[in-house]
């Protein structure tokens, strides 16, 4: 990529590692304690726009949920700043793919891979809700499957930490695939909507099926027996 800055803070940027609508990850190093990390750069006409200022106050507010949560199933941030008017995380580096894109390959997971994966998420969600911080945005993307066989959760952008008030009723936050219906309707949402999240990732891990709410709803009885 043109342009490539050489850094952040402290940190040595290498290479890109993925770009998003609201950002850019990087892969980078701390020359002091001679580490391998992971930068994540909110997109700079964001920071400047009109809702500049919320979308500061959000990605901060994920490197806070996250940091808080120290746990081998969740990505660990080290450190948060702000450079040339961008806002930055540095993040754990892990090698491995998400979830997502395993699902759209032609490889298929076996029951015991579903219910690993599964059982890894709910292991971080339990370190969360700890804290009283609910993700919002359990889904296949969010789901970092490690080289080394592990499983980590990824991106609290739109975590509820206990004292926010960043995100109010009425507004509908997260992925609406996996979202829970009090999500979808823009309600006040509990750690109950990251399990039924993490129920919709674990359907489609077993049947290929991404199926919205209504969908599910829709199901028969017996349908959702034999899933």
Known sequence: ??????????????????????????????PVIERIVAIKVLLAHHCNGEHGQELSKRFKREAQAAARCL???????????????QDYIVMEFVEGEELSHFLRSDQQLSNDE???????VLQALVAAHHFNIVHRDIKPANIILLNDGEVKVAD????????????????????PNYMAPEGLRGETVTE??????TGMVLLEMLTGARLSPQQLYTLPILSLIHI
Do not use: E, R
């Open 114 to 120: 579903a219910i690993f994966i599964t059982t890894s």
């Open 1 to 30: 990529m043109d342009n490539l800055p050489t850094h952040f803070g402290k940190y040595q940027v290498t290479k890109v590692l993925g770009q998003g609508a609201m950002g850019i990850v990087y892969q980078g190093f701390d």
């Open 71 to 85: 746990h081998q199933n969740i990505v660990a941030v080290f450190d948060f700043g702000s450079q040339d008017g």
């Open 156 to 175: 609290f952008g739109v975590a509820l930490l206990d004292q926010s008030d960043l995100t109010l009723v009425g507004n509908m936050v997260g992925t």
């Open 192 to 197: 109950q909507a990251d399990l039924y999240s």
